[in-house]
Structures are given as C-alpha cells and as structure tokens.
C-alpha cells in the first residue's frame, strides 16, 4: 500500500462526523486548561465513536469525557484518539494493509497479512492503559506548548494479537540488535513534516506483554484506533504504540528520528523507570518511557450537588506494571484520607477501579482527592514535577462538590 493511494486526511469524514453532533454540547472541562482552550473545545462525534472532546481536527485529536472512566475498561467507542499526521489511510485502503518484518540485523525479512497474523501465531490477551504522553499537559503551570489534553488522553482495553516476540522470531533477529523499529501508514501532509517513526529497546520489543494487536475488548480494532494492526506496549506510554503498523526493522544501530531524538523527552532521572532506554539517552534527557503511578475520579463531577445522605465516590487507578496496592479518598482537599475498596483486579497493566461510600455529610462543600500508590511503594506526586513538554502530571485531581 502506498503512501501516494491513501487519503490526505480524513476530510469527508470529519465533515460528516460533525452533521453527528450529540445534541447537547456541553461538557465538563477543568478550569486548569489555558485560557482560550476552553472556547474552541467541544463535544463532536468521529465514525465509529460516541462524542469525544475536540482539540484539533487535523491531525484528528480527540479525548474521553472524564465521565468514560467509572469503568476500568474503556469501551472502543469511548477510546479516545490521537494523531501527529493528518494523512491517514481510509478504512477501506486498509483492505490490501500488510506489514513487512525484517531489518539488517533480522536474518530474513517476510511480509504477513492480518490473517496470517492472527492463523500463524499464538494468540494472547492483555489488559493495558494506553494513555498519551501528553495526558494531563493542559493542566501544567505554567502552561506549555503542545496539544492541551485535560484528563481523557486515556482508555484502557483487552488487547489480543501475537506476542511482537514470537513474529520477529520468524525473521531471526541477530545477537547484536539493539533496537526495533516501526512504521505506520499515516503519513504527514508536507513532505517538509518529519515521519512519524518510533523503536523500542530490544529487552522491552521481547517483553511478554508487547504484542501487536488485531483486536480490542474483543472486536477489530477501530478505525481511528489503529485498525487493522497495532503495536500495543504495556507499561510504557502510547507514543511507543504505533497505529497501522506497516513496518517492523531490527536494527543494530538507534533510531535517528526526529520523534525519538528531539521530542518525547525528559529530563534525565526525573522519573523513575523500569526498563532504561541507553541507546536513546543522553546527559541531559531521557525518552519517556513508563508511566507513572496515578489515579481519576470519574465521579462524581466537579462542581456538582450531590446528596447530604452520602454518595460513592468512584474512578481508576493505574501504573507501569507494578500494580496498585491501594487507594486513598481524601474529601477534605488531601488533610485527611480514607482508604478505598479496590474493584477486581484485571492484570498489572490495566485500570483498577475503586470506590469509596462516603456515609452522611454535613451540607457544604467537599474537595474530593484520589491518591494511589502502587505494590513498588511510589505513591502520587503532592507536587507537580513540572517538564517543558508537560508529561507525566500525576499530582492528585481536585473535585470540589457541594452536599445539600
């Protein structure tokens, strides 16, 4: 499939999601976001999706309503979507998709198509945040550059597909390979604009839980979520799970690309990770890499009335793999905490709802706090952390309430 024979964006598209729109536009936004953000965000409806907020349009980037997470698996059609190319293939120029797996330091190179990919492997499931980079980014201060996400750059799903492993088995990777890298099939509009390119180290590419995946919560992937094929990697945050994948290489030598060298990094050491990336660090930034130890209220929403009688105080929690080991409600602004009832526990990549009853109130108002903390003992930032691309914002979430 080449680049030249897809759609330059997804034009009619996005003209006819937008005769969709839910009839009520409104939508809860934190005040947090800069000003101006909030003016041009609103509610529109994607093919194949139910209303997501709108950032941006072209590329397509679109968040959950915070009101998506009261579930610890997020349905397709909630998922939210994010694009850094705006000339993405059409869903039926996928029908001829395959994706090509070799490399120089691979001993062969083969080409699969979805069939074969889901007939001549073994098959197997993880659940799995697949949360953006930038989550939370709107939310810095001082504000910074990039697309301003409040809480919704995230889902969590049932992923299935074949171990990446086990496909680059079938090319013979070579003792010397130190990276894998991948392409997909959008592509960037200018040709001045740099590919969207992306690798992983070699000891994360073989980790049991990256696969490449043809299905999500038990369906095809949709559309705008990678279909037909995607790179999912547990742990580690969404830059890294390359939609449409065309390309696999295993290579001896890093990937010179733009969207490893110059973005998607922090300062060094700023946070911790489980699996360092040495082929990409330098002295003064590291790559981002896994995600950190965080929570959400879902609800209630902030700035509602909620019964003096009580109500339930419900979200999610997650991390890079460690698991969570507890969560903590505070209603008082973080003075006080109490411990949460932990829902069923789906795998350590995947969202652990919880919930706690907070029993009769006096009328008044409530800060409603969430603080998890994970089975390594890191416990959510008190601080922010502040970086200049605005990752990695886990400092507890402020819902304030009023009980009458």
Known sequence: MKRRDMLAGLGGSVVA???????????WLSPQLPEGTRDVIRLETLPGKQPLIRLADRPPNYEAPISAFRTPVTPNEQFFVRYHLASIPAIDALGTWSLTVGGEAAERQITLRLEELQSGFEQVEV???CQCSGNRR??????????????????????????LRDVLAKVGAKADAIEVWFDGADGPVLATTPDFHKSLPIHKAMADEVIIATTMNGGKLPHLNGYPARVVVPGWTATYWMKHVTSIQVSRKPLDSFWMQKAYRVPAGMFAVDRPFPTQDNATTWPITDIVVNSLVADPIDGTRQPVDGFTVQGVAWDRGHGIRQVEVSLDGGETWKPADLGKD????AFRAFTLRTGKLAPGKYAIASRA??????TQAAKLKFNPAGYHNNVPQQVAVTAA
């Open 17 to 27: 999601a937008r005769a969709a729109h839910a009839a009520d536009q409104s939508v």
């Open 127 to 129: 659940a799995a945040v």
């Open 138 to 163: 709107g939310l810095s201060s001082p504000h910074v550059a990039g697309v301003e996400w409040g809480y919704g750059a995230m889902g969590c799903a049932t992923w299935r597909g074949p171990r």
């Open 346 to 349: 789906l795998g350590p990549f």
């Open 373 to 378: 903390t994970n089975n390594a003992g890191e």
